[in-house]
């Protein structure tokens, strides 16, 4: 059985930064594809970033071109999410994932296993 546990949110100012981090515990993810994810409130869980096995390629989520950098560190069994420039639009509760094949991909339903989330909060 798979857990990912997440850490690094919390409370910044817009502009500011914050780092994510998500320890998997149970099995080596090496192999597999991980993300991030995230449910504003009121608003339905969407595709932040995601990484490949081996870290070599990467997706985002538009909204966050630019300003969030998604990595891994294979045999820490962790996946890092580089928040920087921060909006409060960016508020949300975020996700780790992982699926069992090496590709990452943007759609929920692909991902396997799920964190519990950690609260972000950007205020203006």
């Known amino acids: 059985q798979v857990q990912l546990v997440e850490s690094g949110g919390g409370l910044v100012q817009a502009g500011g930064s914050l780092r994510l981090s998500c320890t998997a515990s149970?099995?080596?993810?090496?192999?597999?594809?991980m993300g991030w994810f995230r449910q504003p409130p009121g608003k339905e869980r969407e595709f932040v970033a995601g990484?490949?096995?081996?870290?070599?390629?990467?997706s985002y989520a538009d909204s966050v071109k630019g300003r969030f950098t998604i990595s891994r560190n294979s045999p820490k069994n962790t996946v890092y999410l580089q928040m920087n420039s921060l909006k409060p639009e960016d508020t949300a509760v975020y996700y780790c994932?992982?699926?069992?094949?090496?590709?990452?991909?943007?759609?929920?339903?692909?991902?396997?296993?799920w964190g519990q989330g950690t609260q972000v909060t950007v205020s203006s």
């Open positions: 990484v490949s096995w081996g870290g070599f390629s990467t």
């Open positions: 994932t992982a699926r069992s094949t090496g590709r990452e991909s943007t759609i929920a339903n692909d991902y396997d296993y």
């Open positions: 149970g099995r080596s993810l090496s192999a597999s594809a």
